[in-house]
């Protein structure tokens, strides 16, 4: 194969055709025992959940129930290009025991986000082409959903990610006009109950730079202070993780700064990385690789 970083522009240029013709890019899923330390840079311990050949699995969200281990995905066919959210369930050495399809509709659907609240389960997709921003709750674990509320109507949102703070629920996400970036603005809003009514923040865009706005991942706390995962989509759509630390957020004010990141280095192979997500002890992130289209047939490698 070709090297895309040699130093010849002719030689660059054939290795990006020679990628995109022989290779797919499929995203798979790390998980490990870090979620304490969702900073910990040691990604060589845990295990990759890897999906068949002809699909991805992005954006992961881990949970469990009754002393099962699942993770929330999306999973994307490479024969039809649009996205829904499927549920992995695996055991503790990492081994897929099934994984199905839990909600499927007619726009692309990713990044299921969950959380909990008045002791149900809850899960706010990015579902952009829709317009809509619409919230989820779970009937029957774990793939029967149901509509519950519109949070947000007649915008195109990406990676919506929704969090209880100082007594109010917020949301973080980023909107584009038509015609913009949809990686650039981060917007705000903040609501009484995550059924809404939800306020736009007074200064929305609260961030705009590619590096770092938009979010990729469950927030956490250090120390008592707020962390929040983002994707750098600077150079090219989710290169790497980066965590700001929040420094304000009120219903008047946001600031944050970059305090960390998740370079696509921590595994050979892995070209990006652009989901960091935790629940408990366990951490949970996604990585791209390129997969030889000529062993598409072939369920894993």
Same mark, same amino acid.
Request: net charge neutral; glycine share 8%; proline share 13%.
């Given at each position: 194969m070709l090297r895309e970083d040699d130093p010849s522009a002719v030689i660059r240029l054939l290795a990006k055709v020679e990628r995109k013709l022989l290779y797919h890019h499929q995203w798979f899923v790390h998980m490990d025992r870090h979620g304490a330390d969702p900073l910990c840079p040691d990604f060589s311990t845990g295990f990759d959940l890897i999906p068949p050949r002809d699909r991805f699995w992005a954006d992961p969200f881990p949970w469990f129930h009754d +002393?099962?281990?699942? &993770?929330?995905? +999306? +999973?994307?066919?490479?024969s039809t290009g649009k996205g829904h959210i499927s549920v992995i369930e695996f055991d503790g050495g990492g081994r897929v025991e099934r994984h199905l399809p839990v909600l499927t509709l007619p726009w692309h659907l990713s990044y299921p986000y969950l959380f909990e609240w008045d002791g149900e389960l809850w899960m706010l997709p990015e579902a952009g082409h829709s317009g809509r921003l619409t919230l989820y709750r779970c009937k029957a674990f774990p793939d029967r959903w149901e509509e519950a509320a519109v949070l947000l109507e007649g915008v195109r949102t990406v990676d919506p990610t929704l969090i209880a703070h100082d007594g109010r629920w917020w949301i973080f996400v980023n909107i584009a006009?038509?015609?913009?970036?949809?990686?650039?603005? #981060?917007? #705000?809003?903040?609501?009484?109950?995550?059924?809404?009514?939800?306020?736009?923040?007074?200064?929305?865009?609260?961030?705009?730079?590619? $590096?770092?706005?938009?979010?990729?991942?469950t927030p956490f706390w250090r120390d008592g202070v #707020? @962390?929040?995962?983002?994707?750098?989509?600077?150079?090219? @759509?989710?290169?790497?993780? $980066?965590?700001?630390? &929040?420094? $304000?957020?009120t219903t008047e004010a946001y600031a944050e700064e970059p305090f960390a990141a998740i370079e696509p280095g921590w595994k050979p192979g892995v070209l990006r990385t652009h989901t960091l997500s935790v629940r408990g002890d366990w951490r949970a992130v996604d990585a791209l690789r390129c997969v030889p289209k000529w062993l598409q047939g072939r369920k894993h490698v």
């Open positions: +002393e099962r281990n699942f &993770v929330f995905v +999306e +999973e994307l066919p490479f006009p038509v015609g913009a970036r949809i990686d650039d603005d #981060l917007h #705000l809003y903040f609501a009484d109950s995550p059924l809404g009514p939800f306020q736009p923040h007074p200064k929305n865009p609260v961030r705009t730079n590619p $590096v770092g706005a938009r979010p990729a991942g #707020l @962390y929040r995962p983002a994707q750098d989509c600077g150079v090219v @759509y989710g290169l790497r993780t $980066v965590v700001n630390r &929040v420094t $304000v957020m």
